[in-house]
């Protein structure tokens, strides 16, 4: 079955730098729509940033343009979210999602397959 598993989550002060990694297993990866998800205590889950297919195209949230970057490696089977200048307000699970032949789509029930999530918590 499809399995998505976070890693690289951790404590940072405000102003660091630090990435999130999904390794995907199960699926034809290059074939999948990825994308980041995050949600902070107490708030709904909001999207952070998603890449197409062939890792062209990308779309990110306002909060996070020219922060954050996704990219993806379709041989090792891999999304990344290099994430720069964090913020306290950035701090949250963050969970990676998959979607199957699809367009990016920036609404959480448009993917699937989900990953359990990393806890990122940027202090001041």
């Known amino acids: 079955q499809v399995q998505l598993v976070e890693s690289g989550g951790g404590l940072v002060q405000a102003g660091d730098s630090l990435s999130v990694f999904c390794a995907a297993s199960?699926?034809?990866?290059?074939?999948?729509?990825l994308a980041w998800f995050r949600q902070a205590p107490g708030k709904e889950r909001e999207f952070v940033a998603a890449i197409s297919r062939t890792g062209l195209i990308t779309n990110y949230a306002d909060s996070v343009k020219g922060r954050f970057t996704i990219s993806r490696d379709n041989a090792k089977n891999t999304v990344s979210l290099q994430m720069n200048s964090l913020k306290p307000e950035d701090t949250a699970v963050y969970s990676c999602?998959?979607?199957?032949?699809?367009?990016?789509?920036?609404?959480?029930?448009?993917?699937?397959?989900w990953g359990r999530g990393t806890q990122v918590t940027v202090s001041l």
């Open positions: 999602a998959a979607q199957y032949q699809a367009t990016i789509r920036e609404y959480a029930s448009g993917y699937r397959y």
């Open positions: 199960g699926l034809t990866f290059s074939n999948y729509v």
